[in-house]
Each structure stands twice: as structure tokens, then as C-alpha cells.
Nanobody
Framework: QVQLVESGGNSVQSGGSLRLSCTVSGNPYISNCVAWFRQAPGKKREGVAI???????TYGDFVEGRFTISQDGAEKIVFLQMNNVKLEETAMYSC???????????????????WGQGTQVTVSS
């Protein structure tokens, strides 16, 4: 059973930076599709960043080059580097992982089976 634990969420001032981590355990496989999503109070969950098993990355339109998704070589930690964060990006950030998912299906619309509990990011002025 895959288990995901996010960390790194914190309070940060607008324009600041944070690095979120998602530790993956219980997954004997590699070649994952990994993603970060976020959900603010009263809003729908939205995709932030996604990394397929070929190394291709996709970002939400709002990212505009400010965030980077990556993972360690053993595919046990997924990172989200967030730079120049904005006030409206206060949200719960969650990671999702799907082992062996072909890149064709690795997108924000995929129904990921494995989710973490989330880590809170609060942006203040």
C-alpha cells in the first residue's frame, strides 16, 4: 500500500519561497506519475504540477514559471519548489502518486488512487 506524507508547508510572506516535500513509502515500484494539487477553502481542487515517468512536467497556468516539481533519484520524495508565492495561493497542498502510469494518462484529470493528507501553505502580505 502506497503511503504519502507531505511536509514543508508553512506561513510565508507574499513573494517568498517554500519547498514542499512528499515522502513516498510502501511503493516497491518506480516509473511513477507524481503530482501536486491544492485546494483553498470554498474552491475546487486544482492541479499545480505534474511529473510523468519520462520526466515531462506540466504546470497549472497560474504557475508562470514560479514552481518546479522534481523527485529524488530513488523516487521516494517528490518536491515542489515554490518561488514568488502570491496571496491567493494560500491552500492545502497535497501530493498524489500513481505507479507505472503511462505518460499519456498522467495529467491533472487522472483519478489518482494514492493521496497524502496535505500540508498547509499560508501566504500573507
Amino acid at each position: 500500500q502506497v503511503q504519502l506524507v507531505e511536509s514543508g508547508g508553512n506561513s510565508v510572506q507574499s513573494g517568498g519561497s517554500l519547498r514542499l516535500s512528499c515522502t513516498v513509502s510502501g511503493n516497491p515500484y518506480i516509473s511513477n506519475c507524481v503530482a501536486w494539487f491544492r485546494q483553498a477553502p470554498g474552491k475546487k481542487r486544482e492541479g499545480v504540477a505534474i511529473l510523468d515517468r519520462d520526466g515531462k512536467t506540466t504546470y497549472g497556468d497560474f504557475v508562470e514559471g514560479r514552481f518546479t516539481i522534481s523527485q529524488d533519484g530513488a523516487e521516494k520524495i517528490v518536491f515542489l519548489q515554490m518561488n514568488n508565492v502570491k496571496l491567493e495561493e494560500t491552500a492545502m497542498y497535497s501530493c498524489a502518486v500513481e505507479p507505472f502510469l503511462p505518460p499519456t494518462f498522467c495529467d491533472f484529470d487522472y483519478s489518482f488512487a494514492n493521496w497524502g493528507q496535505g500540508t498547509q501553505v499560508t501566504v500573507s502580505s
